[in-house]
């Protein structure tokens, strides 16, 4: 990944956006070709060295039945959006400037380990289910569902682990423009209802950073 100084990522950075992934895109290169699927997943920073991300896919799915060549590969996005040149302030100023997309991403690298085991994939089913009903009014449990249906489903689902070896990680949020400029990315952004990524924009910004 191509990363420019200003949009490098610290690893508290990155561990806040792993923590709060929901769902990325896995990636493997295997003898046939590059394989991926975009699933839900979980990061363990407890398994591995440096963490785990952690999911499942369905069992008819065959990427978990190819072995990757080398490592294997989960983008993770963080806020993006469109960043109108209106929003700058050089724009009255000389008008030498263009659009451009913000974004947070992180590059996962890993072993990918295949989890066949009913135990392993429930307890799963289980921490995913719990992340995700956790703020409803009325939560969802896994064992609200029949268990004879319950087991037919984890049969259908083979877990995954990816084995986290390196991470490369990028913040794009207009760090690279004068202040005046980010004070009307903050502001243009807020106005049009983005808040999270005008918020995102505000936390990032140089000048922010005592």
């Known amino acids: 990944m191509y990363i420019p100084a200003s949009f490098a990522v610290d690893q508290e950075s990155v561990t806040e956006l792993l923590a709060g992934l929901g769902a990325a895109d896995l990636i493997t290169v295997t003898d046939e070709g590059l394989l991926?699927?975009?699933l839900p997943l979980l990061y363990d920073?407890?398994?591995g060295e440096h963490g785990s991300l952690i999911g499942h896919l369905a069992r008819n799915n065959d990427q978990w039945q190819r072995t990757p060549i080398g490592e294997a590969l989960v983008i993770a996005h963080g806020v993006d959006g469109y960043v109108s040149p209106s929003y700058y302030a050089s724009k009255a100023e000389h008008g030498r400037v263009v659009p451009t997309w913000n974004y947070v991403t992180a590059h996962v690298y890993g072993e990918l380990i295949v989890h066949d085991d009913p135990e392993w994939v429930e307890g799963l089913v289980r921490r995913?289910?719990?992340?995700h009903e956790a703020d409803r009014?009325?939560?969802?449990?896994v064992d609200d569902a029949p268990e004879a249906y319950l087991a037919g489903q984890l049969r259908a689902i083979v877990g995954v682990e990816l084995r986290i070896?390196?991470?490369e990680a990028k913040a794009k949020l207009s760090q690279n423009r004068p202040s005046a400029d980010i004070d009307g990315v903050v502001e243009g952004?807020?106005?049009s209802g983005e808040a999270e990524h005008s918020q995102a924009v505000q936390a990032a910004r140089p000048d922010a950073k005592g």
């Not at 009014?137 to 449990?141: I, L």
């Open 128 to 131: 995913l289910t719990d992340e």
């Open 45 to 47: 920073p407890d398994l």
């Open 36 to 38: 991926a699927t975009f």
């Open 165 to 167: 070896s390196r991470v």
């Open 189 to 191: 952004l807020a106005r």
């Open 137 to 141: 009014e009325h939560p969802w449990s």
